[in-house]
């Protein structure tokens, strides 16, 4: 029995971008195809097999404790976005902003997706999630710096609309416009009462 199951759910990147490893804060430059590594999105500063733990996992590892990286790209929700975007009153909010990776349109409660679950494009290029990606202040700088007195207020609209983090398990080439479908674990929501 699979332990996968595939979904009707299907997301088609909107837009994609990469972090420069250069970088002088967490904007993505906005890209059309790329190709995904095993090590993550080639050029990209959160690229690598392995990286220095941070204060995400400071109650496993002392910060700097080298780890495996599951923290290769940042998946977010069109949907998300909008909502996001409103709730700061703008109209729009440019995820170059937020350093991603990838934007998705058309997967519901996209935040929330199971841990552990894959998006796989047509051609095979999977994408394993790790787990919900936790807002923070670093958006709502480059926010701020764009739209005076909107990105105050992002960390708490962002709040359970971040999106993912994820890592590559399966090597390929993604472009905008490419169909990802949601593949999820078959087993049950944790109940430990």
Known sequence: MPELLP???????VWMGTVPQDRADIRAHAIERVRATYAGFEGDFHAGLTRPSCVRV???????????NT???SILSAEELAQIAADIG??????????ASIVLQGIPDFTHIPP???LQSESGTTLTVDMLNGPC????????????????GFKAAAMGKRGVTAWVEREG?????????LHVPGQRPWAPE
């Open 71 to 73: 923290r290769q790209l």
């Open 90 to 99: 703008l109209e729009e909010l440019d995820p170059r902003l937020l350093g």
């Open 7 to 13: 979904t009707d759910h299907v997301g088609t990147i």
């Open 116 to 118: 552990a679950s894959r």
């Open 173 to 181: 080439n993604l472009a905008v416009g490419d169909r990802l479908r």
């Open 137 to 152: 202040n670093l958006p709502a700088r480059e926010i701020e710096k764009e739209a005076e007195g909107h990105g105050k």
């Open 58 to 68: 400071k109650a496993q590892y002392p910060q700097g404790t080298e780890i495996r």
